[in-house]
């Protein structure tokens, strides 16, 4: 049997993947940014002085994947200390859950931030709760695997 923390790793690695997959495509279908590691760059340069917005684009990327691991760590523990069991359907209600709390946490971030980038912020917290039923789907799915 799997070590728990290859678990929350499969799943985070699953969830966050297939994620992303997804918000880049429907980047691509709908000419929106929904990239969420892109936007994530975006926000930590506009907060460097000018002349020193060289963030690697690496950065955006371990912030997601990292929060993916958060939320996969989460679920874990869920699916440790309560009766639901690690499924694809259990991960679809805990992704709604977490787009929710994604949508939430943007909103602040951007409300707060003194350069935020330019977006359709209601498409994209719809997006958010969308993209987080993916990751939660697969999630689950790279759990069990």
């Known amino acids: 049997m799997k070590a728990d923390s290859e678990k929350i790793a499969a799943a985070a690695a699953a969830g ?10 429907v980047s691509s279908e709908k000419n929106r940014q929904f990239r969420e590691p892109e936007l994530l760059n975006t926000l930590l340069e506009r907060l460097l002085p ?22 996969s760590s989460v679920y874990h523990q869920l699916w440790a200390k309560t009766k639901a069991n690690p499924t694809p359907a259990t991960g679809l209600l805990l992704g709604a859950v977490s787009g929710l709390i994604g949508a939430g946490v943007w909103k602040t971030v951007l409300e707060l931030h003194p350069d935020p980038p330019k ?3 209601k498409n994209y917290y ?14 689950g799915l790279g759990y069990r695997a």
């Open 50 to 71: 000018q002349g020193q917005k060289n963030v690697p684009k690496s950065t955006g990327w371990l912030i997601h994947y990292g929060v993916g691991l958060l939320f």
């Open 126 to 139: 719809a997006h958010l709760v969308l993209a987080h039923l993916v990751f939660g789907f697969f999630a």
């Open 119 to 121: 977006i359709k912020e």
């Open 16 to 25: 966050t993947s297939m994620m992303t997959l997804f918000s880049y495509k």
